[in-house]
């Protein structure tokens, strides 16, 4: 769990709200639809943040939830004499993607079967439903503060009634070989930095009208990434693909690799709107014939 964002050991703040009245339909009574009571432990009272006062809440950790597009956030710390105390934390991130974008920020423990994608770990338990992701956490892990956190996420994700696409990008990855918790999504060249520097400059050109997924695969010699990015037009994809070979590897061209200094193969291709650059490759073959998997991926898979 170290280095993880752990929002829900923040101490609360005063700023609160009535949920409802900021909560955008479909989930505008969320609040009143998550029980009080879960397992003996009741609910004290509510808080709620929006952009302007998420760091209050998470001092240090709310900038990659600004650039996913959060909006609000409900937190409902659940207590009961000689127990510790579990809170609940419901981030707006207004569209599923978004949600499941921050769900896949830090993604690293086994699925808990909980909402639409949810990883458990260290009595931690995150996941994402629609447009809202949630993590619950106890203020001790124990045996029995793991089954609470269990319980309490499974109430607020059966008040949550709606469901949301994963991004059609991330089911275009490739599936052999795929390490599903290694996947991140995002729209914005300052996440592509957090996860895996390329250039200090936006040389792919990335923003809010792309959709970017980067995975890490598992080969017998090592681990290498696929970075898959959609562009609203073929021609912005082209553009991008010509500014990466200049500026990341000029004795490259479009679907021929290179050897970087460190002995990886780099090789990038476009097929329309998608760009597909392997990283860290092995082998120029093993680079190429996972561009190739990629281009033949139908959208149909669940990493």
């Known amino acids: 769990m170290a280095g993880r964002i752990a929002i829900a050991l923040v101490p609360l703040c005063a700023f609160v709200h009535c949920w409802g009245c900021?909560?955008?339909?479909?989930?505008?009574?969320?609040?009143?639809?998550?029980?009080?009571?879960?397992?003996?432990?009741?609910a004290e009272k509510d808080s709620v943040y929006d952009r302007s006062t998420l760091f209050d809440y998470i001092d240090g950790g709310a900038e990659p939830y600004l650039h996913y597009g959060f909006q609000r956030a409900l937190v409902r710390r659940f207590v009961r004499p000689g127990q510790p105390a579990v809170t609940a934390d419901?981030?707006?991130?207004?569209?599923?993607?978004?949600?499941?974008?921050?769900?896949?920020?830090?993604?690293?423990?086994?699925?808990?079967?909980?909402?639409?994608?949810?990883?458990?770990?260290?009595?931690?338990?995150?996941f994402w439903k629609g447009p809202l992701f949630v993590s619950v956490l106890a203020e001790r892990d124990a045996p029995e503060t793991r089954s609470a956190v269990l319980e309490i996420g499974r109430a607020v994700a059966g008040a949550i009634t709606e469901t949301g696409p994963r991004p059609e990008v991330v089911d275009r990855l490739p599936k052999p070989g795929l390490l599903p918790n290694r996947v991140r999504y995002f729209r914005d060249h300052l996440l592509l930095t957090y996860h895996y520097y390329?250039?200090?400059?936006?040389?792919?050109?990335?923003?809010?009208?792309?959709?970017?997924?980067?995975?890490?695969?598992?080969?017998?010699?090592?681990?290498?990434?696929?970075?898959?990015?959609?562009?609203?037009?073929?021609?912005?994809?082209?553009?991008?693909?010509?500014?990466?070979?200049?500026?990341?590897?000029?004795?490259?061209?479009?679907?021929?690799?290179?050897?970087?200094?460190?002995?990886?193969?780099?090789?990038?291709?476009?097929?329309?709107?998608?760009?597909?650059?392997?990283?860290?490759?092995?082998?120029?073959?093993?680079?190429r014939s996972l561009i190739q998997s990629t281009w033949a991926t139908g959208g149909e898979g669940r990493p």
């Open 198 to 287: 390329i250039a200090d400059a936006n040389i792919l050109h990335i923003g809010q009208q792309t959709e970017v997924a980067l995975a890490t695969y598992w080969t017998e010699k090592g681990n290498l990434r696929l970075l898959l990015v959609r562009y609203p037009t073929p021609q912005e994809a082209g553009a991008a693909l010509a500014e990466f070979l200049k500026a990341y590897a000029p004795e490259a061209t479009a679907g021929e690799g290179v050897q970087t200094e460190d002995g990886g193969w780099v090789m990038a291709e476009r097929n329309e709107e998608l760009l597909a650059i392997v990283f860290d490759a092995p082998s120029p073959e093993q680079a």
């Open 22 to 42: 900021m909560m955008a339909e479909p989930t505008h009574s969320l609040a009143d639809r998550i029980p009080r009571e879960v397992v003996g432990l009741r």
């Open 90 to 126: 419901v981030f707006d991130m207004g569209e599923a993607r978004n949600a499941y974008g921050i769900f896949t920020f830090e993604r690293e423990g086994d699925e808990a079967g909980i909402g639409q994608d949810s990883e458990f770990e260290g009595g931690f338990l995150r």
